[in-house]
């Protein structure tokens, strides 16, 4: 069983950065993609970015030039890097993790930007 375990959330204001961290239980490149996704009140879970096994990125029109997805393969940690940040960030994060047969989620970490 895989475990996804997020950390890195928070209180930030407008215009500020944070750096979010998702480490799994298991060798990150056997999974078909990770990323991350998020759910602010009263929303659908959307997705924000997705990392594939063989490193191409895809982000979300709404974070592109703000947030940045990497991986450490030897920490078996994916981390989400979001700068510039806006109140309608706010939401809880998930990662999330693509094994072709089963989707994993982390617990979720908050994010809250204030204005």
């Known amino acids: 069983q895989v475990q996804l375990v997020e950390s890195g959330g928070g209180l930030v204001q407008d215009g500020g950065s944070l750096r979010l961290s998702c480490a799994a239980s298991?060798?990150?490149?056997?999974?078909?993609?990770m990323g991350w996704y998020r759910q602010a009140p009263g929303k659908q879970r959307e997705l924000v970015t997705t990392?594939?096994?063989?490193?191409?990125?895809n982000y979300a029109d709404s974070v592109k030039g703000r947030f940045t997805i990497s991986r450490d393969i030897a920490k078996n940690t994916v981390y989400l890097q979001m700068n510039s940040l806006k109140p309608e960030d706010t939401a809880v994060y998930y990662c999330?993790?693509?094994?072709?047969?089963?989707?994993?989620w982390g617990q979720g970490t908050q994010v809250t930007v204030s204005s």
């Open positions: 999330h993790a693509n094994s072709w047969t089963y989707n994993y």
């Open positions: 298991g060798s990150i490149i056997s999974f078909k993609d």
């Open positions: 990392i594939t096994r063989g490193g191409s990125t």
